[in-house]
């Protein structure tokens, strides 16, 4: 069993930066890929960051791309997500996730992962 807490999420303007963070628990993180995903009020799910065990290989949404950022410490246990030029469509809940095996390339689809954190709200102000 893994468990996933997220961190960091809160009330920004427009333009400002969060950082996101999610925990993990267990000695097993290092051969877990991780992923970050949101969901506004009335949309699905959608796909926002990914990295592999390694921190070798990441990919970003659209969406997001050259504003976000995900990145892992191993050592910690954890998963950051870095924002910046935050817009209000920005404005959601934000999930990690964990899938397990070591995949050589990230993961993308909500499907796939194995354990879900419960979530932290970020709202974004115009």
């Known amino acids: 069993q893994v468990q996933l807490v997220e961190s960091g999420g809160g009330l920004v303007q427009a333009g400002g930066s969060v950082r996101l963070s999610c925990a993990a628990s267990?000695?097993?993180?290092?051969?877990?890929?991780m992923g970050w995903f949101r969901q506004a009020p009335g949309k699905e799910r959608e796909f926002i960051a990914a990295?592999?065990?390694?921190?070798?290989?990441?990919a970003h949404a659209d969406s997001v791309k050259g504003r976000f950022t995900i990145s892992r410490d191993n050592a910690k246990n954890t998963v950051y997500l870095q924002m910046n030029s935050l817009k209000p469509e920005d404005t959601a809940v934000y999930y990690c996730a964990a899938v397990l095996g070591r995949k050589a390339t990230v993961v993308v689809t909500s499907t796939l992962y194995d354990y879900w954190g419960q979530g932290t709200q970020v709202t974004v102000s115009s």
């Open positions: 990295i592999t065990w390694s921190g070798g290989s990441t």
């Open positions: 267990g000695r097993m993180f290092s051969s877990y890929g």
